[in-house]
């Protein structure tokens, strides 16, 4: 792919089988074997035939719909969910803030979770000693709370932590996933700093927020995804303003009409 892509999606579909199965009785699954069918599954199509190429030092936002298929994009770009179709190729280190807190371990503290995510991202013992103060610092959690378990934390607590790590870890592409809902306010405005720092640096970093006008402020593109398929790729603004009287009065852009 060419050089100044961060992200290239070629035709991308991913689908995902669900065992329908409620009743999970010996005659049903005598009735299904007679059938020669195993289990009862049903397929849902959650990315339909996506194409689309993201250049370096894109701010790029996502939004849509609740079962949109945001997060099953997201997780196919971090590389955790292969394509059923298509192809996804990724230039650059990523990092990524799907779910809140996802990947902590919830007996240890807050730094030992810092401690054991520099292990896993192959940090030697130096670099993730001078990392672990910096985040620590940066998460800025109330008194003491960085050596308690992670269990004990509040969800913006652990926002705060799992933020600060993704961003330290100083990627070329960062993924956030309504990464910013949990933080208070002095946080997010200082997550925000954080991130127009890093798209400073000409670092491309992909937002999934329903908070609308976090997209308007920090994306200089914006797409709109409805039940697996795109419906508008732009400028934030015109995006969300789409968006928008969709939530109110459920119409599709009337130049949609793949539905
Ligand atoms: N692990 C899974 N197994 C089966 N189906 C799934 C799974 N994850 C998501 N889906 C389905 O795929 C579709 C897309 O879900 P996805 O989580 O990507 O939506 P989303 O746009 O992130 O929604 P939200 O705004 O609620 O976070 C939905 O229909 C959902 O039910
Ligand atoms: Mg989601």
């Not at 289990?39 to 030092?57: N, S």
């Not at 894109?58 to 192809?87: D, F, H, Q, W, Y």
Request: charged share 25%.
């Amino acid at each position: 792919m060419p050089d100044n892509l961060a992200i290239r999606i070629e035709d991308l579909s991913i689908k995902y089988k669900i065992n329908v199965d409620t009743k999970r009785t010996l005659k049903n699954a005598l009735m299904r074997a007679s059938k020669g069918e195993l289990v009862r599954t049903r397929t849902v199509e959650a990315i339909k035939h996506l194409t689309m190429d993201l250049p370096h030092g894109s701010v790029l936002g996502i939004v849509g719909a609740n079962g949109a298929g945001k997060s099953t994009l997201m997780r196919s770009i971090a590389g955790i969910l292969p394509p059923t179709e298509g192809r996804i190729t990724v230039n650059g280190k990523i990092s990524t803030l799907l779910a809140l807190g996802v990947g902590f371990n919830p007996a240890l503290s807050g730094r030992d979770n810092i401690i054991l995510g520099g292990l896993a991202s192959g940090m030697n013992r130096a670099e993730i000693e001078s990392k672990t103060d910096e985040i620590a610092q940066f998460a800025d959690l109330p008194d003491g709370f960085i050596d308690m378990p992670v269990r004990t934390y509040s969800s913006g607590m652990y926002g705060r932590v799992a933020f600060s790590v993704a961003v330290s870890m100083k990627p070329d592409i960062l993924l956030l996933d309504e990464a910013l809902s949990a933080g208070d306010a002095s946080f997010k405005e200082k997550s925000f700093n954080k991130m127009r720092e890093l798209c400073a640096e000409a670092r491309t970093i992909v937002i999934v927020s329903h908070a609308l006008a976090t997209i308007n402020d920090l994306c200089d593109r914006a797409i709109w995804m409805n039940k697996g398929s795109l419906v508008q790729d732009g400028k934030p603004a015109a995006v969300v303003e789409e968006y928008l009287k969709f939530l109110k009065v459920g119409t599709l852009p009337s130049n949609y009409e793949d539905m």
